[in-house]
């Protein structure tokens, strides 16, 4: 039996019902349902609409319905076209006449915009957590990092020397800034749709303000229409998830040539790599390589999104159900993926041996000789010119580059110590550099960046 049914003569056809339910997904929508309409139901007790005696019966059938759900007993029928349906009907199979009145004044249209942002508060505070979690390993992992430095790159050549903590905590301000966003999202989520109704509001005394209290919301919609249409915060939620998806592809891409025979710069712990099924000596980055993955399918998540709503008339057209599949993908991703890079970071092997010796290539302070001429006066341009030609024939001699400065009239020792292994690491001494100086400063405002994010999860759902 379906919802409409008065004004129809005969039941739904099959395909009908196949094409259009959304009970398969939106179930996870249940508990959010549940808050949706004891609120809802409260409200229409404070209008009068409902008596208290009433009021307290549908209260009762929706424990009971929370509590079958719970237990995995509640009975789904073969009507139940989505969640909002199937508790609806149980309510009224338990509180008769009152569970009847359980909808009134509400549409599924305002409901589902209800429970999609009730869903969104909690979830991406939840993902905030855990990229939170990783950022922590970033930080400690760069802490006991200590001096230990490897090249740092441009265009992936060797391009300056930098601390191992330098490198690690850069993806970690990466995903500060996804926190950010993510936070950023959810404040501006958090606008109760309850009350719109299908699409105008409602003839009957409702309380939309005291249900968005009651919900925990920081506001009630302005607008009825721009309520049960708005999927802004879903399309907002899916660019947050892909652009974090897409710090953690160039986190997963570093893993995984950090961890080939060439780079030798980190070892997998076994717990965190897989085997070949063919090929017995094999341990694989398949974590990084799905973490690098995983991004294509949040951005077709995202573009999917924005390509249903672009164009969608006012109000509420049934497209929108099209939004809730990605977003709930996109979350349950980012569930999986988060807590797994965090456990490969926490326990691969950094081999810092490795990593000293290719940073610590024959020419690798070039720039420091060229910086060392211009303290001395010399145009920075022109002691450029000078070192690349000293660079072109310490490689024509096969002479170590050291020795070719030293024997140059306007260098000599003091500029050849320069190139010693270790040395060019320590002379990144400006703010935000890759020194040891900067970087301890740097370390110390991660950790303060990140005790202040973690006092911002609970900032819009301590109302809640
Ligand atoms: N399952 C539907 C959705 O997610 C609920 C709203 C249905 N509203 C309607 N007017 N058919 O969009």
Redo the contacts with the bound molecule.
């Keep these: 039996m379906t919802l409409w049914q008065g004004r129809f003569s005969g039941g739904p056809a099959e395909a009908l019902v196949a094409f259009?339910a959304?009970l398969g997904f939106?179930r996870r929508l249940a508990a959010d349902d549940l808050r949706g309409s004891r609120a809802h139901v409260r409200g229409l007790g404070r209008a009068g609409i409902l008596d208290a005696g009433e009021v307290a019966e549908v209260l009762a059938a929706l424990d009971q319905v929370e509590d079958e759900l719970a237990r995995a007993t509640f009975v789904f029928a073969a009507g139940d076209?989505?969640?909002?349906t199937a508790v609806e009907r149980r309510v009224t199979e338990l509180a008769g006449a009152a569970g009847a009145k359980l909808h009134t004044g509400r549409?599924?249209?305002d409901?589902?915009a209800t429970d999609?942002r009730l869903w969104c508060k909690r979830e991406l505070t939840a993902v905030a957590d855990g990229v939170l979690t990783l950022q922590q390993v970033l930080h400690d992992r760069a802490g006991e990092a200590g001096d230990a430095y490897l090249p740092g790159y441009t265009h992936l050549q060797r391009a300056q020397p930098v601390l191992l903590s330098h490198h690690l905590l850069a993806h970690g301000w990466a995903l500060a800034r996804d926190v950010d966003r993510l936070l950023d999202a959810r404040r501006r989520l958090d606008v109760c749709p309850l009350g719109a109704g299908?699409l105008a509001g409602s003839s009957l005394p409702l309380d939309p303000d005291g249900v968005a209290a009651e919900l925990g919301f920081a506001a009630r919609f302005d607008n009825s229409l721009d309520a049960v249409s708005d999927r802004d915060f879903v399309a907002e939620a899916l660019f947050a998830l892909a652009l974090l998806g897409v710090h953690l592809s160039r986190l997963g891409e570093e893993v995984v040539l950090w961890s080939s025979e060439e780079f030798g710069f980190l070892g997998l712990d076994d717990a965190w790599a897989t085997g070949s099924s063919m090929l017995p000596q094999k341990k694989n980055p398949d974590v990084a390589e799905l973490a690098r993955g995983k991004a294509g399918r949040l951005i077709g998540h995202l573009a999917g999104v924005l390509t249903t709503l672009k164009g969608l008339p006012l109000a509420?057209n049934?497209d929108?159900?099209e939004t809730?599949e990605p977003l709930f993908d996109a979350v349950e991703q980012m569930a999986l993926a988060l807590p797994a890079l965090a456990g490969l970071l926490a326990t691969a092997t950094l081999r810092t041996d490795r990593m000293r010796a290719a940073a610590d290539g024959p020419s690798a302070a070039a720039v420091d000789v060229a910086e060392h001429l211009v303290a001395e006066g010399l145009p920075f341009r022109s002691a450029h010119a000078l070192v690349g030609e000293l660079v072109r024939t310490s490689e024509e001699r096969g002479q170590p580059l050291a020795l070719t400065v030293e024997a140059h009239p306007d260098l000599g020792p003091e500029a050849g110590a320069l190139l010693e292994p270790g040395v060019a690491v320590t002379r990144r001494t400006t703010p935000g550099g890759a020194g040891p100086g900067p970087v301890a400063v740097q370390l110390e405002r991660f950790a303060a960046r990140l005790a202040a994010d973690r006092g911002r999860l609970d900032d819009g759902t301590a109302r809640a």
């Design positions: 259009t959304s939106d076209e989505d969640i909002h549409s599924r249209n409901q589902v999609l299908a509420y049934r929108l159900q809730q």
